[in-house]
């Protein structure tokens, strides 16, 4: 089955819904504040539904190619794009758990060696990494560090 | 306030005050290394960069760690959004009691905290003021074209503008509305200091307050505009010809819970920029702040820089004076903030829950 | 005026002074490079150290000399990773990275770096020329006139939506949903916060557009498992670039000139120029149908304004002691605590000030441009760099460049849902460029609209000003349309 086919429909739905969903909540505002977000929200939805019409007719045709951008992602294993959302997402965690500090050397280190860099760069750009965040959120900035979830779990 | 600022600042800078080291000041306990030596103040701040609150500040940042045993560095944390509300909140919720941590607030933060509303998750009553600087009542400018129009109702009602319709002299043109009948209304929504001073000029506004009297003198050299009057108890060195608001009002000045509401509002004004310290925070400490912040005061450097910043009519004020005038301010009768409320409305100002 | 102009042009040229300028130059590039650390982050550091200076000049090469330069490294990024190094370069994303990705990143960033000499250049000469009608300028803008501005900012989603005008116009009003998050002044109620203190303040613009631009071009690369330039040769682009900025030479001077305009305008805000700049390329010049694929005048006109821009943030300054932005407004806290007076003054008692402030706006914009010239080859090789050196890199940077904006772990997690959203957009076929465009200027919309409504009633929309404007804006949407028409009829009437 092609995925892609269901996809586009949806992704243009769920922004329907997001459209719809902040038009409801707008409603308990006074008119001053929510004029913008009814007045906009209810043209956007007519689009929604233009657009809704579009997708499920043109669906099957790979996506048109826009003139104002880059042509779409392609990926060329079916994976793709799910292997490096993992990384986002485990770097992402990474931070909560350990900190900006651990966590920036850690997965630049990780990424660099799993895909194919040596020990020695894939250390130099960890460290590299690590140690510019240091110098300037440390050093330079003194940016108070939020408690990674590590710390506060031991202490 | 709501501060759209221009992309990488939406809010929240972080910086190293030149304090380090270089204003090695002549003051270091005997005997042992006092509390301060090599550690690091933060001072967060209720406003955006560049403002008279941010100003404050800055300068506190500079000079008042000479006057610290120990000499700690100081940081400024700029944090601004919600008139203050963000910080308040954030600072009651996550400061330390160690010293550590000051805040840089202003009268709008008292002010939103007497309005209260659902938001407000503070209460300024319990932290500890180290000190205040006060500018000086605010100058009530009026263009001199629409000055006709205030005291005749058939004339188009001269126009105030605000940024949120909640600063505290906003109070006095309420009041003298209601009172004196000045033929006013309010227009709020300008993002900020600079977008009401142009409109100032434009004639888009025709009155707009502010204590700076660096601003106000700027402006009258240019001859469109003049000074209503003065919200402030005596009137300031330097506009010894501008009457108070208490005298403008005259034998019209209300009673009862009208006066108190209208106390409640503009009281915080009094108070200007002051400098707190989380509830809790050690006696000691808070007497080492609280003497520092008076020795600053003294210093030649520091008055000539805060003059530059702030015109020639600031003063300070200690930290425990400051401390019972937060408590006054906000203090406030049901009746009278009941009457707040009403008044508010009646004027077309933006008024916010109720605190229970 | 001209004596002035002479003692400022000494002041600013002495050994010390052009040291300090280099020194701010310097850092103004870092600072560019790095995306989410900005002008005002930058200038809020050194802040204390100048506060102590003496010497008024000194602070003026300092720190308008960072202050000028801010939007000139940030193409670096914007062209090579499609990360936006600062507010100014968002826009340069849209042609600069299909360039990086062709093989021209060296060209791209010549052409950039000659663009924003020539804005940077161009500037303070306009500046210089409106110094008699400085104040007229400033006060012939109120509310209803910058309602109209950001009417016209807006229908340029229309020219950002290209072939697909629906999607576009959607993420468009999507862009000003996410603007109204936080509290709202006029009302004094909070919107889509749901009682969380982080939104209050409203959503960063930073991070929806690290979000939407540089995460999906970034998980693009680490799909494709290859170099960012599909082809691996830097050739002779570096001159060509160059050269491209003279062939277009007008352009450049046109898009110049709306950077001053918008930088002057105190209510549009840092981020619009390059905006403007762009979309008004494709409105006036012809072949536009390789935009936003690589076509070198979308670099250059962005690149162009956006150094204009800076300048263009003085007139305000200058005429009333008003800062045009944020930048403009923690430099005048230094201004002030060294002993210069902004406002009136400055046009008349401190005359020499004000030309020392032009001069180091020009000479600092010259010595960024050669600093980062130098730098271009090296820089640009980065893009035939293998994906898993420079994939963990980017996400260091942009992580880092969201966390800055608050310091907070929900700036991360805001981060994660637009790249979501921008990777969905992505992927379907819909045009990301609008969507930023709503977050700008969609409160600003709101809000002038309100308070020409509160202060003037209908009447606004007979302002002189506002008619003026509106008929401005008509022309730049119809031209278009209208000469597409013509060449498609003379096309016509030449096949037959």
Known sequence: MNWTKVERPLFTLLIGVVLAGAMLVSLEWPVRASIIILVLGAIGSALIIVQLVVDIKSAGKSSQALTMEAPAVKTDSRWGTLEIWSWIAAFFAAIHLVGFLAAVPLFVFSYTKTYGGGWLLSAALGALAGGFVYSLFNVLLHVPWPTPLIVSLIS | ?356 | ?496
């Not at chain 2, 944090?79 to 954030?90: D, F, L, Q, S």
């Not at chain 2, 330390?96 to 209260?116: E, I, M, P, T, Y």
């Not at chain 2, 005298?247 to 019209?252: A, F, I, R």
């Not at chain 3, 000469?483 to 009829?489: D, E, I």
């Open chain 2, 1 to 356: 306030m709501k501060s759209r600022l221009p992309y990488h600042l939406s809010a929240s800078l972080a910086v190293v005050s030149l304090a380090l080291g270089v204003n090695l000041g002549p003051t270091r306990a005997e005997g042992g290394d006092p509390y301060y030596a090599g550690k690091t103040v933060k001072i967060l701040v209720s406003s955006s960069p560049g403002g008279g609150t941010d100003a404050a500040a800055r300068v506190v940042a500079r000079f008042l760690p000479k006057y610290i045993p120990g000499n700690p560095q100081t940081i400024i944390q700029n944090m601004p959004g919600g008139g203050g509300t963000i910080a308040n909140n954030y600072f009651y919720a996550n400061a330390k009691a160690d010293g550590l941590w000051l805040f840089q607030d202003s009268s709008a933060g008292l002010g939103n905290f007497s309005r209260g509303g659902s938001h407000i998750n503070y209460d300024p009553r319990e932290n500890l003021a180290v000190g205040s600087i006060t500018r000086g009542g605010s100058l009530m400018m009026i263009s001199k074209a629409a000055k006709p129009r205030l005291t005749d109702p058939k004339a188009k009602k001269v126009v105030v503008g605000d940024s949120d319709g909640i600063r505290t002299w906003v109070s006095t043109l309420v009041w003298a509305a209601e009172y004196l009948g000045w033929n006013v209304r309010f227009v709020y929504g300008y993002p900020g200091t600079q977008e009401l001073q142009l409109a100032l000029r434009q004639g888009e506004i025709d009155v707009w307050g502010t204590s700076n009297a660096k601003l106000v003198r700027g402006l009258m050299k240019e001859g469109k505009h003049e000074i209503l009057f003065q919200h402030e108890d005596d009137r300031r060195p330097g506009f010894k010809e501008v009457p108070t608001f208490v005298e403008v009002l005259g034998d019209k000045k209300p009673k009862g819970a009208s006066w108190e509401a209208y106390l409640a509002w503009s009281g915080p004004n009094e108070i200007d920029k002051f400098l707190i310290a989380p509830r809790g925070t050690p006696d000691n400490i808070m007497a080492t702040l609280r003497q520092a912040f008076v020795q600053m005061a003294k210093d030649e450097e520091f008055k000539q820089q805060a003059t530059n910043f702030f015109g020639d009519a600031w003063r300070t004020r200690t930290g425990k004076k400051t401390q019972l005038m937060i408590r006054e301010v906000t203090t406030i009768s049901k009746e009278a903030e009941d009457f707040l409320t009403k008044i508010r409305k009646k004027y077309g100002l933006p008024t916010g829950e109720q605190r229970r």
């Open chain 3, 1 to 496: 005026m001209l004596e002035a102009a002479i003692e400022g042009l000494q002041s600013i040229l002495t050994p010390y002074s052009l040291a300090m300028m280099s020194l701010g130059v310097f850092i103004g590039s870092l600072v560019g490079f790095l995306p989410g650390i900005g002008g005002p982050t930058t200038l809020a550091i050194m802040l204390p150290f100048v506060m102590v200076m003496k010497d008024p000049v000194t602070v003026i090469a300092l720190l308008v000399g960072m202050d000028a330069v801010g939007n000139t490294a940030s193409a670096f990024p914007s062209i090579l990773i499609s990360v936006p190094g600062s507010a100014g370069s968002q826009a340069t994303i849209l042609d600069g990275y299909p360039m990086a990705k062709r093989g021209e990143a060296a060209r791209a960033l010549s052409a950039s770096f000659m663009a924003s000499l020539v804005g940077g250049i161009v500037g303070p000469l306009i500046l210089l020329a409106s110094l008699p009608i400085l104040r007229p300028l400033v006060l012939a803008f109120s509310s209803p006139e910058f309602f109209v501005l950001t009417l016209w900012g807006l229908a340029m989603v229309g020219v950002l939506s290209g072939n697909a005008p629906v999607k576009g116009l959607i993420a468009g009003i999507l862009g000003v949903f996410i603007a109204t998050v936080g509290l709202d002044m006029k009302s004094g109620i909070e919107r889509f916060a749901f009682g969380e203190p982080y939104l209050w303040e409203g959503i960063s613009l930073i991070i929806v557009a690290l979000g939407i631009f540089g995460v999906p071009e970034c998980i693009d690369l680490a799909s494709r498992k290859s170099s960012i330039a599909e082809r691996h040769e830097l050739g002779s682009g570096f001159k060509e670039g160059i050269l491209d900025v003279f062939r277009n030479l007008w352009l450049t001077i046109r898009s110049s000139a709306i950077g001053i305009w918008v930088g002057f305008l105190p209510g549009l805000g840092s981020s619009v120029a390059d905006w403007f700049a762009y979309a008004h390329t494709i409105q006036t010049e012809k072949n536009t149908e390789n935009f936003g694929k690589g076509d070198v005048r979308g670099v250059i006109a962005p690149e162009a304004s956006n150094n204009a821009k800076e300048a263009g943030s003085y007139i305000p300054t200058l005429a009333f002691g008003i800062p045009g932005g944020t930048s403009t407004a923690l430099i005048l806290v230094a201004f002030t605590a060294v002993g210069i007076n902004p406002g009136p003054d400055m046009l008349t008692t401190q005359l020499n000030f004000t030309f020392a402030i032009i001069w180091t706006l020009a000479i600092a914009n010259i010595i960024a441009v050669a600093f980062c010239m130098a730098f271009v080859k090296p820089i640009a090789k980065c893009c035939f760099l293998p994906f898993y050196t420079i994939v963990p890199l980017i996400l260091v940077f942009v992580f880092i460049g969201a966390f800055a904006a608050h310091f907070n772990h929900y700036d991360l997690l805001a981060l994660l849902v637009f790249s979501a959203l921008g990777f969905m957009m992505r992927r379907h076929g819909w045009p990301r460029a609008p969507l930023l465009l709503g977050v700008v200027l969609g409160t600003k919309m709101e809000l002038y609209l309100w308070l020409s409504y509160t202060r003037y009633g209908v009447e606004w929309l007979l302002r002189p000003g506002v008619v003026i404007l509106f008929i401005l804006l008509l022309a730049s949407v119809f031209y278009p349309i209208w000469q597409g028409r013509r060449g498609g009829v003379s096309r016509a009437a030449e096949a037959m």
